[in-house]
């Protein structure tokens, strides 16, 4: 087993999160790996706190975890709507502080883009642009119709193709669910590579980089 070069301030996530409530299983998750050298150092960028599975899962992979809880920001959770896209993307500049030589292999964005405004999504979108290249996936969780509830939860990673689930103990943010369509044209740094739509109506999504 080969320990991960860890970076991450919060090392468990237990401030904002509660104990793991429920398990989701993934068709979709393990497709993130199939590319993954076994032998090759790896760079992982998570939107959220790090959480116990999660660390204990990358452990077997060469791997340095980068761990960005910008749902807790407070330019996110607080002044988002009365922000400029150039003053957002600064902000998400600011929280993107690696160093120059940085290209992210695996993203994980979980439901990050569902609390995310029109202008924020294009902020985001340049703001992660730079550290992206052309082998790296991403995954997500969006909504199949706008209708639909984004619950106040964390999610964590138990094996390749089972998610932990956990409640947020910090207060439900405004949620602004965007289609598919809206995605692609908002996020125009990614493609939708593939989607599968989960019984209570949300839309797990593998991403890549637009070419």
């Known amino acids: 087993m080969i320990s991960p070069a860890r970076n991450f301030a919060d090392s468990d996530g237990s401030r904002t999160t509660g104990p793991v409530v429920s398990r989701q299983p993934s068709k979709l998750f393990p497709e993130l790996f199939k590319p993954v050298d076994p032998d090759r ?7 959220g706190s790090a959480l116990s599975e999660t660390v204990d899962f990358f452990s077997q992979y060469n791997c340095r975890l980068h ?11 607080e002044q988002q709507a009365g922000l400029s896209e150039k003053e957002l993307r600064h902000a998400f500049e ?13 993203c994980l964005l979980w439901d990050f883009l569902c609390y995310l405004d029109d202008v924020a999504l294009r902020a985001f979108n340049s703001a992660l642009r730079p550290w992206l290249h052309p082998g790296t996936r991403v995954h997500g969780f969006g909504v199949h119709h706008l209708a639909i509830r984004v619950e106040n939860v964390q999610y964590g990673i138990i094996s390749q193709d089972t998610l932990s689930i956990r409640n947020r103990r910090t207060a439900q943010l405004r949620s602004y ?7 692609h044209e908002m ?16 839309l797990e999504m ?6």
Do not use: W
């Open 94 to 106: 600011e929280q993107f502080c690696f160093t120059a030589d940085t290209r992210i292999d695996i």
């Open 41 to 47: 150092h790896i760079t992982v960028l998570e939107i």
């Open 177 to 183: 669910p965007h289609s598919q369509v809206e995605m």
């Open 187 to 202: 996020l125009n740094s990614l493609d939708f590579q593939r989607g599968l739509l989960l019984p209570e109506g949300k």
């Open 206 to 211: 593998l991403l890549v980089p637009r070419s």
């Open 67 to 77: 761990f960005v809880d910008l749902i807790n920001e407070p330019f996110v959770r």
